[in-house]
């Protein structure tokens, strides 16, 4: 089973960037798709973006469209979540998660098996 580690959180003001990466151990890494979500106090779990196995499919929630870009890299077992024009409201813990590939990629909580510890990122106004 792989295993994920996050890292790349931190503070930034609104406006500006970070890049999340997620390292992934295990040899079927390649085959899953992937996932990033983010939770802030007294909320649910959010998908924040998805990506195919290989990379060629991806999927956005609407509050960050056009602003996140999440990418993957198969040979260095990671996966990536380019963050830029950041917003208050993007405050949260975000995780990255994987799932087996179903045909698309989703952002149902309930499709992901295994999850990270969660990195913070705080945008300050």
């Known amino acids: 089973q792989v295993q994920l580690v996050e890292s790349g959180g931190g503070s930034v003001q609104a406006g500006g960037s970070l890049r999340l990466s997620c390292a992934a151990s295990?040899?079927?890494?390649?085959?899953?798709?992937m996932a990033w979500f983010r939770q802030s106090p007294g909320k649910e779990r959010e998908g924040v973006a998805s990506?195919?196995?290989?990379?060629?499919?991806?999927t956005y929630a609407d509050s960050v469209k056009g602003r996140f870009t999440i990418s993957r890299d198969n040979w260095k077992y990671a996966l990536y979540l380019q963050m830029d024009s950041l917003k208050p409201e993007d405050t949260a813990n975000y995780y990255c998660?994987?799932?087996?590939?179903?045909?698309?990629?989703?952002?149902?909580?309930?499709?992901?098996?295994?999850w990270g510890q969660g990195t913070q990122v705080t945008v300050s106004s």
């Open positions: 295990g040899y079927t890494y390649s085959s899953l798709q």
């Open positions: 998660a994987a799932a087996k590939w179903g045909g698309a990629p989703t952002l149902r909580r309930d499709e992901y098996n295994t």
């Open positions: 990506i195919s196995p290989r990379g060629i499919t991806r």
